[in-house]
Every structure is written in structure tokens, then in C-alpha cells.
């Protein structure tokens, strides 16, 4: 049997960035998000929380695990992780 789910709304959505100076910077001045926190990663990175509006974050970039070398056309740019606010799940 098939859990069913009522998903509310997305929680947040993790995209893998190769600069996340550059990324932050392009969220922030074309799309408008707010810098809301920065963690350090123990590959010293740091994951970037970013926001539209009231949430602490709506999307999150992380340090890519391998950085696009050049003529590459994908891979290691792609989305992390998306997060959904479920509200109740049916047995």
C-alpha cells in the first residue's frame, strides 16, 4: 500500500552552486532573496540560507562536490535537495 501524503507547501529548495559568492550575489540582486545565514561546511565551505520573505530560508546553496570544469555541460550544478511541509500522512 501507497502512503498518501498532504504536502502543505515547500519547505526549501538546496541547489548545488560551484561560487557561492557569485551565487549569492545573483539570488540576491536579480531575484531579490535576503542573506539570511551562513554555515560552515567541514570541507571548509559554507552552506548559504537565503529568503523571499518571513521564512529563514527558502533556498539553501551548497558547495558543489565537484566544480564544473570547462566545456562541461552539467553534472555537478544540479538541484541538492527539495523540502515539503507535510501536514498529515494516511496509513
Known amino acids: 500500500m501507497t502512503a498518501k501524503f498532504t504536502i502543505n507547501r515547500v519547505g526549501h529548495v538546496g541547489i548545488y552552486v560551484s561560487e557561492i559568492e557569485r551565487s549569492i550575489a545573483w539570488y540576491r540582486d536579480v531575484l531579490g532573496l535576503t542573506l539570511t545565514g ?30 564544473l570544469q570547462p566545456g562541461d555541460t552539467g553534472g ?10 507535510i501536514e498529515s500522512r494516511d496509513e
Do not use: C, K, Y
Request: negative net charge.
Open 38 to 67: 551562513r554555515w560552515p561546511t567541514s570541507g571548509g565551505g559554507e552552506i548559504v540560507f537565503m529568503r523571499f520573505g518571513e521564512n529563514h530560508h527558502d533556498i539553501v546553496l551548497i558547495p558543489s562536490p565537484a566544480p
Open 76 to 85: 555537478s550544478n544540479r538541484l541538492q535537495h527539495i523540502a515539503m511541509e
